[in-house]
Antibody, heavy 126, light 110 residues
Framework: QVQLQESGPGLVKPSQTLSLTCTVS??????????WSWIRQPAGKGLEWIGR???????NYNPSLKSRVTISVDTSKNQFSLKLSSVTAADTAVYYC??????????????????WGQGTLVTVSS | EIVLTQSPGTLSLSPGERATLSCRAS???????LAWYQQKPGQAPRLLIY???SRATGIPDRFSGSGSGTDFTLTISRLEPEDFAVYYC???????????FGPGTKVDIK
């Protein structure tokens, strides 16, 4: 079974860059059936998709965050990473990494977030 | 961008009762790209339903999904104590490669 684990600083100063890494175990990040996403959730609020990366390095980002987000992959370490620049208090949230399964079956493409990390709280404060 | 609206915001029910949760999209969504998740306090979301109506591995058959176009429903046939949680619908817009989540429905104990 695939497991994901987020790691990184729990406290970031305003205007600085938030950096998180997701380590994947129990499966290869190079699997062609998966994309790798970051999702966040402010306390007491809903879920916001930040962006995703494919093993090739191809990325898609949420337009609302696109100018500040970079997602990268390190296949040699079975990890992918998130960088969010120019953070403010509004970026305080639990950040999750997730495996997005994407496949063709029964005449349609299907996609969903199949596995999630436990989440890591990042607080933006001076 | 497709906006998902979930109703009701909170559903207060007793164990054994039936729960019906609604997810409405601002424009038509491909059913194969519609999923439901359950989230308990302090935990990551867990996939319940994908493709609008297919149960994920290990999900009890009291959970069912239905719908198409702009209206989707998650039904819990008989609530068990462990089912009291927040439920989110989620869709994928392939034209813009964008995922969006609904605001969630909290199912709490009456």
């Amino acid at each position: 079974q695939v497991q994901l684990q987020e790691s990184g600083p729990g406290l970031v100063k305003p205007s600085q860059t938030l950096s998180l890494t997701c380590t994947v175990s129990g499966g290869s990040i190079s699997s062609g059936s998966y994309y790798w996403s970051w999702i966040r959730q402010p306390a007491g609020k809903g879920l916001e998709w930040i962006g995703r990366i494919y093993t090739s390095g191809s990325t898609n980002y949420n337009p609302s965050l696109k100018s500040r987000v970079t997602i990268s992959v390190d296949t040699s370490k079975n990890q992918f990473s998130l960088k969010l620049s120019s953070v403010t208090a509004a970026d305080t949230a639990v950040y999750y990494c997730a495996l997005q399964k994407y496949y063709y079956g029964s005449g349609s493409y299907y996609t969903y977030f199949d596995y999630w990390g436990q989440g890591t709280l990042v607080t933006v404060s001076s | 961008e497709i906006v998902l609206t979930q109703s009701p915001g909170t559903l207060s029910l007793s164990p054994g009762e039936r729960a019906t949760l609604s997810c409405r999209a601002s424009q038509s969504v491909s059913s194969s790209y519609l999923a439901w998740y359950q989230q308990k306090p302090g935990q990551a979301p867990r996939l319940l339903i994908y493709g609008a109506s297919s149960r994920a591995t290990g999900i009890p058959d009291r959970f069912s999904g239905s719908g198409s176009g702009t209206d989707f429903t998650l039904t819990i046939s008989r609530l068990e104590p462990e089912d009291f949680a927040v439920y989110y619908c989620q869709q994928y817009g392939s034209s813009r490669s964008l995922f969006t989540f609904g605001p969630g429905t909290k199912v709490d104990i009456k």
